[in-house]
């Protein structure tokens, strides 16, 4: 009886050990609607899925749900915080429950956006042009959704310029269609648009300058995480710390999910075109 009764035990174990990593490779990956956040998310997630059987939720979510949420344990980990301003504001109610990781992205921009051929170059320029910038009847600066940072930033642009101008606040998707519209018949047009983004890659563009720095400095993305994630999945930690990507990775990465019109079928794309720098990340957790 013994012999038969050891094998069976030892397949109730391997069995239980089988299905217990199986739930620690479950991860919900907290996102807000940035083109850039659903790349690098969907990328990360058919990675981890194909190769080491994670089984990953992506969840959107509005900005102060995706910090309380990483805060309270909901989510696992976040791929993009901008620090030290843009994201500043979000990050500091929680700055005790959630880790900041490494840096991925170096030298973002951010600001109001217009077409190369519009003949100003500064925000007081757009002050005194805002009749040119009309939409739908007035001057107006279109903008992403009202919970977003760089809206709040816009806002306190229009103060402390003094611009006549309001901002309307849409989707993405739809400020770019806007942008679209109006950049095929060459008509002006002012965005809110940050680096890294696809749009730079299709349009030229240019930001205005801001000399009283409102928009803040060039910032750094990092990846940050719930409480003790960092200790309880130190490959995974180990690898996204080694990522890192330039305008010209990232760049394509957006720019094949843009042509694709499907994030999931675009990510699948660029990662079957950039194995050996996928694999350079991959090779940290080793």
Request: charged share 25%; no cysteine; proline share 5%.
């Amino acid at each position: 009886m013994k012999k038969v009764l050891y094998p069976l035990a030892a397949a109730a174990l391997f069995s239980a050990a089988t299905t217990a990593n199986a739930e620690d490779k479950e991860l919900v990956i907290g996102t807000n609607n940035w083109a850039e956040n659903i790349a690098v998310a969907n990328m990360w997630k058919i990675i981890l899925e194909d190769k080491y059987d994670y089984d990953i939720e992506i969840s959107d979510v509005g900005k102060n749900a995706l910090y309380s949420g990483l805060a309270n344990g909901d989510f696992d980990i976040s791929l993009e915080i901008w620090l030290p301003t843009t994201d500043a504001p979000y990050l500091k109610p929680y700055k005790d429950r959630v880790e900041i990781n490494d840096a991925w992205y170096e030298g973002t921009g951010l600001g109001v956006v217009v077409p190369t051929y519009v003949d100003i170059d500064t925000l007081d320029e757009l002050g005194k042009h805002a009749d040119d910038f009309a939409y739908q009847g007035s001057p107006t600066i279109l903008g992403i959704d009202s919970g977003s940072s760089i809206a709040g930033l816009t806002d306190e642009a229009i103060d402390e310029y003094s611009l006549p101008l309001k901002q309307v606040n849409s989707s993405g998707p739809a400020m770019m269609a806007a942008l679209d519209d109006a950049y095929s018949r060459e008509e002006p047009i002012a965005v809110t648009l940050w680096s890294p983004h696809w749009a730079f890659a299709e349009y030229d563009l240019k930001y205005l300058e801001d000399p009283k720095n409102v928009y803040g400095d060039n910032e750094t993305i990092y990846w940050f995480s719930r409480q003790n994630f960092t200790d309880e999945d130190p490959w995974l930690t180990q690898v996204l710390n080694e990522w890192h990507m330039d305008d010209d990775s990232l760049g394509g990465l957006m720019a094949d999910i843009e042509k694709a019109g499907d994030p999931v079928e675009g990510a699948q794309t660029w990662i079957d075109n950039n194995q050996d720098l996928i694999d350079e990340w991959l090779a940290a957790g080793k």
